[in-house]
């Protein structure tokens, strides 16, 4: 089985994610994405975040009915928080040994790899699926190609201008989220008020 590994805070899912999500697997180069929710990633405040919970749990409203190839693994509740993606791999590899694994990261998060907890390990031994914008016909342009290793590989992706961060503030401005995020989430965020409170 061939996984790519999509991390995030999730905080909420959104549509974005979603088409990210299945962009990657029309690369060919994967069976299935993990979308992969982190309990406290160590670049972001801790009390900005929903509960961890809370996050699994729309995000498996968000994949309710969709596409089996996209599914839910918290496997990092039971890792040291704050959650290092190198950890995690260590962990995955020990654990799935007839798997391979992918990382699908963003343009600008592959810029700063070099940054990250044990970036050289992760580079050497991971293949990287790096989502841009997509050109027309399909097309990445030269200058967006540029890799680090040859197993890294861009791929494009229709991006669209939505956020996490922008979703909470919409909510918290007393504004719809209809559409942003599926409709089961909008759901459910609405029914327990979630992210009302400015953080």
Not at 6 to 14: D, K, M, T, V
């Amino acid at each position: 089985m061939r996984v790519g590994l999509f991390f995030g805070s999730f905080n909420p899912i959104h549509i974005g994610h979603l088409i990210i999500a299945n962009e990657a697997l029309q690369t060919k180069l994967i069976d299935q994405v993990w979308l992969c929710p982190t309990p406290q990633n160590p670049h972001k405040k801790k009390h900005s975040l929903l509960d961890y919970q809370k996050r699994i749990d729309l995000c498996h409203l968000a994949l309710k009915d969709k596409i089996s190839s996209i599914v839910i693994n918290d496997f990092e509740r039971f890792l040291e928080k704050p959650s290092y993606t190198a950890n995690s791999m260590r962990y995955l590899i020990k654990k799935y040994t007839k798997y391979s694994f992918s990382l699908i990261v963003g343009e600008d998060n592959y810029k700063t790899l070099h940054k990250w907890h044990d970036a050289s390990w992760l580079m050497e031994k991971f293949p990287f699926l790096i989502y841009t914008r997509m050109y027309l016909e399909d097309e990445i342009p030269a200058s967006k190609q540029k890799v680090l290793y040859k197993h890294h590989q861009f791929f494009g992706c229709e991006l669209l201008d939505i956020s996490s961060s922008s979703i909470r503030r919409r909510i918290q401005e007393g504004r719809s989220i209809e559409y942003l995020t599926p409709p089961a989430v909008v759901k459910e965020i609405m029914l327990y008020k979630l992210y009302q409170k400015n953080d």
